[in-house]
């Protein structure tokens, strides 16, 4: 495939290094330095795509990160899938793959576009609104006939095989761009020997520079750049980060900067390479030199291929060396785009006219076209262009002064390429990120960055400043206030010498106007990417749309991968003009972070996998996954959840575990459990403020259960505290719960009660835990110890002891949370395995049986234990749980929850109350959530009475057993309840006892 | 995300290391019994929800774990000041 629209030389691409591509499944060639974009153009590639709505042909109109068209789907494999990359800002590589995002069949012939074409009036804004939202049952079909027709990018399907890295950085002066802005900013701040970061898009430094002929101190700019980025590149103090768009600028100067490393290499990162780095940056002063982007004008069949931003044609020409036709027509505003046509008759291709809405321009540039020879059409516009697939004639027509109507006659010319400029808009997107609302200029007819609260300064043509002797004056001063600022005091740089040239006013014109009303003229498009036109944002502000946000959100103008960048400020000024206000009184809409879409797997950098969360294991673990341990998550820990023997169903595990520890003896991993070491002398006083029983007189040596409340009364947390000495204590928490106990007690210790001396610390895992719970509790530990005494008589139950087990060192709790005779020794967590395992040594002959949580579970539930979180949900207290029995209503100080439970909503009668569940027929275990009700014939709504929350298959038992809440359901024993479930089942309980067996509690005190 | 200094450690540090913790200056009643249910609904439900200058409690959880308090902007985020649980805020909303 020949390079029809190459030129012979000039341009930054490397002739000599020719690269294949596939673009659609055909292959092309460009060179090195070229992007996608740059080297479709070069191939002649018109289509880039297809338009969202419409469906109409589509090409690449701009150059940078504002491509709204030129969006594809890159990856030559399934798992190296990126979707909506910008063509123009994808550098090309040897082997690179990419398709066309939008069109199906495919971009050329269209299926859509006879809809589009048919539908054309019937697709308005809102369309999708009006006409896809009934019956709401049907939006997932219609969503995916949607998107597969207006086709956004998809994801791949398989894992990406690359690994992407975060790294945090400190800066004293973050610059962001490296155009001749930052650069001399850069130079100033770097001399200073300040901590400075330079990130820029793109590949190389230079910014405008690399796409302009200007010259600086007489020769090349690009000379200028080479010989700046030569001088920052010695400097130690100063990082340059190319291919690194500054994404995000949030609060307090944290910029969070997309790094591509590799993906200008090849499809997959090399070997042991991170494709790309998301830079988490803290800065003391930040210099925003992005610069601007030059805005199209909005005239009838503006998104023909052929129509170009006329700075992106420059591009084009002076840093790829590609003309993308032969026959220019230019129109504009302004003088800048008269550059365009200087560069396209520079290269030997016709330019037809130049089209100045401005009846009378005069800047140093129109002379030069001028004395060039070029046709210069003043005081008129291009109101329409023919062509369908590629630009082959405009129509022109005088206007008037203020560009409101046409006043002459229409003349056609004849023309293969449409560059125009309707001026510049800054890129105050991330100055807006911030929450800085960007202010209108009348003269530069343009937002600038409005007033900030982060230190920041802005340099260049983010300023309205375009002239090049601005930007580099006011880059070279900014950054070196930027410096002195940080504490590096430091002069500005010297501006090295550029020419002046004369600029002529502007003319603030953005519709470009047609002989026919908006609604009748062919359209005129502003957001190409979203197909709004300059008619449909009409039409919204006619159908009472007035606010900008709203008409963005109806027309869906400024959606999209390139989040309006191209056409937001002409809809702006569209509605504006529509609703007779000015551009600042209608306003902007906000820019938020990301500036270009990022991938996931930078935002995720190594945080996946493995990777993405802590994962907590007891010292035991490894046995556990030697005994075919199924686990169960809580929070961050891996808890063994039961223990499978070959071929047993999880029921059947649970059954043989749960008989097994009734029988004979059982054991658990209880190390998870939170653990708080309290000491102080006022200890003790702490403990009977936060927990809801009473702790003053608990001996040493003597264990106790406690609930814990929060100030409205309301059950948080439980667990067993023991009383190591007079002013030391060891609490136990919930598994899920110790980090935010922890936090609770330093909370009300340093903010309400610091004048208690009492300190805590977590020591979860310095021990490790290991429950063992049956008849034959007490023969096996006799096995392991000979300094405990373990008789019924010198350790009781809610006693603890300590001495040694198995030879280490350990404190034994004589606690239960199954009702049988429990010890749970604690031993220095490096130990635990060994005495796990000593456990099992002398277990054998007592068939000792590992359990799990479910099992833990189960055993808890015959004894009508609550499980914090489980049985409670933040709005049961002590009461609703029968547990009336630990709260103290003697405690001389008001503790946590006293006055909360005492409200009046707290102590009303019939409030929902945790009873036990039997279900009639003894096989049917009730689902936990099950809603109970107390006459399911009861037309729907029916009256609920509360519902499950604890619910299990007693094998001891031989039945199920639940817990739940019922309305007013401690005075109800023996009464039945409803509970008709999901599948039309109804089943029919009675309400009883949560203590399901051993109610006298015999079972714990042998 | 925040730069917080924390006024324990004496130093900035990243706002992954702290957590906010409400309001601050919400004091626990002293005679929670002699408080009506209206006020104790007030001292547990009620917070002032300030559109501009705000004092918080935050806490520097993975740091040194001690509460501090901050005088924030709610609006555009700006720390005016950190201090410690029972000193007084130098930058009030009245000034």
């Not at chain 1, 269209?110 to 589009?116: A, E, K, L, Q, R």
């Amino acid at each position: 495939m020949t390079q029809k629209n190459r030129l012979q030389s000039g341009g930054r691409v490397d002739r000599s290094t020719p690269l294949t591509f596939s673009y659609n499944g055909k292959q092309y060639t460009g060179y090195k330095g070229d992007t996608v974009a740059s080297a479709l153009l070069a191939n002649g590639v018109d289509i880039i795509g297809r338009s969202f709505k419409y469906s109409r042909p589509r090409g690449i109109v701009a150059a940078g990160p504002e491509e709204p068209n030129a969006v594809l789907q890159v990856g030559a494999t399934e798992a190296t899938q990126v979707p909506n990359v910008r063509a123009t800002q994808q550098e090309l590589f040897n082997g690179l793959v990419c398709e066309s995002t939008n069109g199906w069949p495919n971009a050329d012939f269209d299926v859509m576009s006879y809809i589009g074409k048919a539908g054309g009036s019937m697709l308005t804004p809102g369309f999708y609104y009006k006409t896809f939202m009934y019956p709401q049952s049907m939006w997932e079909t219609y969503e995916k006939f949607i998107r597969k027709a207006a086709g956004l990018g998809r994801s791949p399907l398989e894992n990406d095989p690359d690994f992407y890295d975060h790294l945090n950085q400190h800066a004293d002066v973050m610059i962001v761009g490296a155009g001749p802005a930052g650069l001399a900013a850069a130079l100033s701040a770097g001399r200073s020997g300040a901590r400075v970061i330079l990130a820029d898009e793109q590949s190389e430094f230079g910014g405008s520079l690399l796409n302009s002929r200007e010259l600086i101190e007489g020769r090349p700019a690009t000379e200028w750049v080479a010989s700046v980025v030569a001088e920052l590149s010695e400097l130690d103090n100063v990082l340059l980060l190319p291919r690194s768009t500054v994404n995000g600028y949030h609060d307090h100067n944290f910029l969070t900067i997309h790094q591509r490393l590799t993906d200008h290499v090849a499809d997959k990162a090399p070997a042991g390479q991170a494709r790309q780095r998301m830079h988490r940056v803290r800065a003391k002063w930040v210099v925003l030199a992005a610069g601007a982007h030059e805005r199209p004008l909005v005239f009838g069949n503006n998104d023909v291929p052929g129509c170009m931003v006329a700075s992106a044609v420059s591009t084009y020409i002076n840093r790829y060396g590609v003309a993308p036709g032969q026959d220019l027509v230019v129109m504009t505003t302004n003088d800048f785009a008269y550059q365009t046509a200087l560069d396209w008759a520079d290269s030997g291709r016709n330019v037809v006219a130049i089209v100045d809405t401005r009846p009378n321009p005069n800047g140093d540039r129109v002379a030069a076209a001028e004395k060039r020879g070029l046709r210069v059409i003043k005081g008129a516009a291009v109101i329409e262009v023919q062509g369908s697939k590629r630009v082959s004639g405009v129509s022109i027509a005088s206007i008037d002064a203020k560009g409101d109507k046409v006043v002459g006659s229409v003349e056609r010319l004849s023309c293969d390429t449409v560059a125009s400029s309707g001026g510049w808009s800054p890129v105050v997107h991330l100055s807006c990120h911030t929450g800085s609302r960007p202010e209108w200029r009348d003269d530069i007819i343009g937002f600038v960055p409005g007033k900030t609260v982060q230190k920041q300064l802005t340099a260049g043509g983010i300023n309205g400043s375009y002239s090049l002797k601005a930007c580099l004056e006011e880059g070279a001063r900014q950054g070196a206030e930027a410096a002195t600022n940080a504490g590096f005091e430091v002069a500005a740089a010297a501006v090295p010498a550029v020419a002046e040239v004369k600029e002529g006013a502007a003319m603030a014109l953005f519709h470009i106007p047609h002989t026919k009303p908006t609604s009748r003229a062919p359209k005129q498009f502003v957001d190409f990417q979203n197909d709004v036109t300059a008619a449909g944002i009409e039409l919204a502000t006619r159908e009472g749309f007035e606010s900008i946000e709203h008409v963005k959100r109806y027309t869906a103008m400024g959606f999209g991968t390139d989040q309006g960048k191209l056409g937001n400020i002409n809809g702006m000024a569209i509605a504006a003009k529509s609703t007779n206000r000015t551009i600042p009184e209608t306003g902007t809409t906000v820019f938020r972070p990301n500036y270009t879409p990022i991938t996931f797997g930078a935002i995720a950098g190594r945080h996946c996998g493995e990777r993405f969360d802590p994962k907590r294991y007891s010292s035991m673990h490894k046995w556990h996954l030697e005994n075919g341990c199924t686990f169960e998550d809580v929070g961050q820990w891996k808890r063994p959840w039961y223990f499978p023997k070959a071929g047993e169903s999880m029921q059947d595990a649970l059954n043989r575990e749960c008989k097994a520890t009734r029988e004979s003896v059982g054991i658990l991993d209880a190390s998870t459990l939170g653990k708080i070491d309290i000491q102080g002398k006022d200890a003790r006083e702490f403990l009977g403020r936060v927990y809801t029983n009473a702790w003053a007189k608990l001996a040493v040596g003597k264990c106790r259960y406690g609930l814990m409340c929060g100030e409205d009364g309301m059950v948080f947390d439980d667990g067993v505290t023991s009383a190591l000495g007079e002013n030391h204590f060891i609490m136990t928490t919930t598994t899920g719960g110790a980090a935010r106990v922890l936090e609770w007690l330093e909370l009300y210790h340093q903010t309400e009660w610091p004048e208690l001396e009492v300190y805590f610390n977590t020591v979860t895992d310095q021990w490790s835990t290991m429950t063992i719970s049956g008849p034959n509790a007490r023969n096996l530990l006799a096995e392991l110890t000979d300094d405990i005494d373990l008789s019924n008589d010198n350790f009781k139950f809610m006693d603890w002891k300590e001495g040694s087990v198995a030879g280490v060192p350990a404190r034994v709790f004589r606690i239960s949370f199954t009702g049988e005779l429990s010890y749970e020794i604690n031993v220095q967590a490096n130990y635990g395995l060994y005495v796990w395992e000593k456990l099992f040594e002398k277990g054998a002959k007592y068939d000792l049986t590992p359990y799990g949580t479910e099992t833990m579970h189960i055993l808890r539930a015959e004894k009508g234990f609550i499980i914090a979180g489980q049985d409670t949900d933040g709005s049961v207290h002590p009461y609703d749980l029968g547990m009336g029995w630990c709260v103290s209503n003697k405690k001389p100080f008001s503790y946590i929850g006293k006055r909360g439970m005492a409200r009046e909503d707290c102590v009303k009668p019939n409030r929902k109350q945790l009873v036990g569940l039997k279900t009639k027929d003894p096989s049917v275990v009730l689902p936990e959530g099950a809603q109970a009700v107390k006459d399911p014939n009861q037309p729907i709504p029916m009256t609920m009475l509360g519902h499950v929350t604890s619910s299990y298959w007693s094998a001891n038992l031989n039945r199920s057993i639940a817990m739940g809440f019922v309305r007013g359901g401690l005075e109800r024993m023996g009464e039945s309840v409803f509970y008709p479930l999901a599948d039309g089942r109804v089943v029919e309980a009675e309400i009883c006892s949560p203590i399901f067996l051993d109610p006298k509690g015999e079972r714990q005190n042998v | 995300m925040h730069y917080i200094y924390c006024p324990h450690c004496e130093e900035y540090r990243e706002e992954e290391e702290f957590h906010a913790a409400g309001e601050a200056h919400i004091a626990r009643p002293l005679d929670p019994e002699a408080c009506t249910d209206a006020e104790w609904a007030d001292f547990l439900y009620f917070r002032t929800n300030s559109r501009g200058l705000h004092h918080e409690l935050w806490v520097h959880a993975t740091g040194c774990r001690k509460f501090f308090n901050m005088t924030r902007d709610t609006v555009t985020y700006e720390i005016k000041e950190v201090y410690k649980v029972g000193e007084q805020p130098q930058v009030t909303a009245d000034q």
